[in-house]
């Protein structure tokens, strides 16, 4: 078992930014990729970037693409994800998670652990 703890999430103006943090614990050398999704209110859970482990390999979401950056420190199992210019459309729940041997980094069902989620809210 892979835990998730997920933190730094909060209230920011519409320019502002955020940097959220998952700490990991537990069997971690099982997984791969860590991922950060987001769920807004009425959607579908959806991808937002992604880092491997081990060469630390990055893959964005095109929403992510130039505002955000997915990094990970290895000695303190942790994943961070700095958000700069958000806009109130990043508003959700963001949610870390992690994947022992995905077939792809992007879809949620590559993932087999999860964090209960920080909330980021954007004001315009």
């Known amino acids: 078992q892979v835990q998730l703890v997920e933190s730094g999430g909060g209230l920011v103006q519409a320019g502002g930014s955020l940097r959220l943090s998952c700490a990991a614990s537990?069997?971690?050398?099982?997984?791969?990729?860590m991922g950060w999704f987001r769920r807004a209110p009425g959607k579908e859970r959806e991808f937002v970037a992604s880092?491997?482990?081990?060469?630390?390999?990055?893959y964005y979401a095109d929403s992510a693409k130039g505002r955000f950056t997915i990094s990970r420190d290895n000695a303190k199992i942790t994943v961070y994800l700095q958000m700069a210019n958000l806009k109130p459309e990043d508003t959700a729940v963001y949610y870390c998670?992690?994947?022992?041997?995905?077939?792809?980094?992007?879809?949620?069902?590559?993932?087999?652990?999860w964090g209960q989620g920080t909330q980021v809210t954007v004001s315009s």
């Open positions: 880092i491997r482990w081990r060469g630390g390999s990055t």
């Open positions: 537990g069997r971690t050398l099982s997984s791969d990729i």
């Open positions: 998670a992690a994947a022992r041997a995905p077939l792809t980094v992007d879809t949620t069902t590559s993932y087999d652990y």
